[in-house]
């Protein structure tokens, strides 16, 4: 029974990465990959253009604990389609096989120790640059919004507490900074998304949201109905449960609505 549950599950991945890619081979924007140099390492990432008449806000995307995979590429392109600029950065960059990244790692779980391999200052710097590099984009309006997802969403929250170059933070299914004294560094709001069904993750967004309350901070966490961690990936999967699958486009709608508002 194990090695079936091993087989589909392998399965699901091996269609949903297949999504991923068709989605990014017939995508209308402009994607491109550009390097950025930070002071230790020159970081790759993928940037997506809109198809927009006006000069419009960047939004970071940072991967899950899986690298920038072609999921992570996909959902760039999602967020591009909504009318924003969107960039990816590969946090994994110089860190795979003779210096590769994420795509030179053998497969996801060697992926996955890469990730916690890091350490916090190179994630910051990482951060920052690409922030900067996205405030001088020619069809940046000069706004950078946050976004991330799983191992990304933490990241998301804790970049909060030490940027003052962002206009907010969106927290996909990741815990809050540890630091409980860092929350009254947050100078944004942080709008949160989490599935009904982690409590390895919802049980510490009561912790997140007295500090933020404490601090005088807004922090908007959803917890969607039924909804697994990891949704809005395995929301579009041909064989997600219902509940992932409504708290995706839920989720997506209130993204939509988060974007415009800024």
Excluded at 140 to 164: D, R
Aim: charged share 20%.
């Amino acid at each position: 029974m194990r090695y079936l549950i091993i087989i589909l599950i392998s399965f699901f991945q091996a269609v949903l990465a297949q999504n991923s890619l068709e989605r990014l081979e017939t995508s209308p924007r402009h994607h491109e990959w550009v390097k950025i140099n930070t002071n230790t390492i020159e970081v790759n990432n993928f940037l997506v253009y809109p198809e927009v008449s006006e000069k419009v806000p960047v939004v970071i995307i940072i991967h899950e604990n899986r690298g920038l995979n072609n999921w992570a590429r996909s959902m760039t392109d999602q967020i591009a389609e909504m009318g924003y600029i969107a960039i990816a950065p590969d946090f994994l960059s110089g860190t795979g096989p003779n210096g590769g990244g994420t795509n030179d790692y053998e497969n996801s779980d060697d992926a996955r120790k890469g990730i916690y391999n890091l350490k916090n200052d190179f994630i910051k710097e990482v951060l920052n640059h690409t922030v900067d590099y996205s405030k001088s984009i020619p069809s940046s309006n000069g706004k950078v919004v946050v976004i991330g997802f799983c191992w990304g969403g933490s990241q998301s929250f804790e970049f909060a507490t030490y940027s003052n170059e962002i206009e907010a933070a969106i927290v996909c299914y990741g815990t809050g900074p540890s630091d409980i004294n860092s929350y009254s560094n947050i100078m944004v709001p942080v709008y949160g998304f989490y599935g009904e069904n982690d409590n390895r993750v919802n049980s510490t967004i009561a912790t997140s949201a007295s500090a933020m309350e404490a601090s005088d901070k807004i922090f908007e966490p959803i917890i969607y109905k039924g909804a697994g961690h990891g949704f809005f990936r395995s929301g579009e999967s041909q064989n997600s449960t219902e509940e992932n699958r409504i708290a995706r486009e839920e989720g997506l709608k209130r993204l939509k609505e988060i974007l415009e508002g800024i």
